[in-house]
């Protein structure tokens, strides 16, 4: 490594300064100067050097089974030489980095590539909205989209819900810890029962969705309701950061007709679930519905920022200028997209996403067995979680424990293996791996989750539950 004479760091030429520092003090600088608002270095504390794949190699030299990728966002994981060579190749060639919404040859060439990931049923008519690089402003322009196209002002969202930080997508959000301080959000939001596959809205059978598909229909039907004519409907078909929570494929097909007869757009957001993630490219797939109105992100970048809604052209009434943003013509992001999708649907990963999904799903739920403090497994494709619960409690149905959950986790880093929590309490383990996952590292996870999880219950139970 060449070194700068006059002080023996490495020089510009080479790597930054930091990359010779260890986790503790990388950490150190951060928790210094970064904002308190930060959140995963809070419960992952270490410093990602390098990344291959489903594995990373902090700054101490110690290497990780990545169940987190970017919340989603790394399908193909960390450096896929498929997304690599896109990169460098634009790079390269001299091309345009940035273009505002500008064309390029490298848009268009993304633009088609999305749309054949889809249904001809959608794309026969849909419209595209590049927006600024998040996913939450996919869902902001969602929201604008369709008010400006009905001219009506209410928004049905569901319980459990999650769709981004930012005003209209965090007045949509389930979570009501994360609204609390925040004053003036989204007026006209109105919450709808969810049919959670453990914890039913109504504290029925959690196979009973039928009442929920009714409540939602009484809220559109009867004048009553107190919910003026909505401009649109948005949920997840399985919801992320709520818990986990797969809607079964009947209700979403009954949610789906509901709002065709009273002409509520119907707004599916596809941005942790798109792109192979629930074992079809695309989540609402597996209902075989058309929704009239998508938003994505994540995936859709390769790894790097790009967030789109695409919408049927019945819709398009906005001006121009009616949503804009700086960086909505990331070049770099649609070469690493279409780099992406291509290699998603040129090698099948949704079916390989659900057959390894399948097996991670099987190995988690035998080892839930020897748990009374597992509650539940759940979720489709490569999108699972474990719910934690206090046995002890004398409810009938076991609060979330989601002290337990935290302690698995740190036992899952302490272990090599990096996973997230969420849900209510945040009592869900949740497993969001690249979908470029062999067997063998499907065995390795379930393997580190489980001796983890009896390693805290040893502990904390002493072995009893």
Partial sequence: MQTDKSDGQPSSADSPPRYNQSNEQLQRSQKARESNARTYPRSLPFAVERAQGAEIVDADGETYIDCLAGAGTLVLGHNHPAVTREVERLLAEDRPLHTLDVTTPEKEAFVD??????????????????????????????????????????????????HGMTNGALSLMGDTAAKESVPGLMSNVHHLPYPDPYRHPFGLDPADHEPVSRFAERVLADPESGVTDPAGLILELVQGEGGVNPAPIEWIQEIRQITA????????????????????????????????????????????????????????????????????????????????????????????????????????????????????????????????????????????DGELASAVQTACFDRGLVIETGGRDSAVARFLPPLTLSHSQVDEIASRF??????????????AV
């Avoid at 049927?312 to 770099?332: C, I, K, N, V, Y």
């Fill in 113 to 162: 590539t999305l749309f054949e990931s889809l249904p001809d049923e959608f794309t026969d008519t849909a419209r595209v909205q590049f927006c600024s690089p998040a996913g939450t402003d996919a869902v902001e322009a969602a929201l604008k989209l369709v008010k400006t196209a009905t001219g009506n002002r209410s928004v049905l969202g569901f319980q459990g819900g999650y």
């Fill in 261 to 400: 007869e009273h002409g509520v757009p119907m707004i599916v957001d596809e941005i942790q679930t798109g792109m192979g993630r629930t074992g079809e490219t695309w989540a609402f797939e597996h209902a075989d519905i058309v929704p009239d109105v998508i938003t994505c992100s994540k995936a859709i970048g390769g790894g790097l920022p790009l967030a789109v809604v695409m919408y049927d052209e019945s819709l398009d009434e906005w001006e121009p200028g009616a949503h804009a943003g700086t960086f909505r013509g990331h070049q770099l992001a649609m070469a690493a997209g279409r780099a992406t999708i291509d290699y998603i649907m040129e090698n099948d990963l949704d079916e390989h996403a659900a057959v390894v999904g399948e097996r991670l799903k099987d190995q988690l739920t035998e080892m839930a067995a020897n748990f009374e403090v597992v509650g539940d497994v759940r979720g489709r494709g490569l999108m699972l979680g474990v719910e934690f619960i206090d046995p002890e409690a004398s409810s009938e149905l076991p609060p979330p």
């Fill in 450 to 463: 489980s001796e983890a999880v009896e390693a805290v219950v040893d502990d904390s139970y002493g072995g």
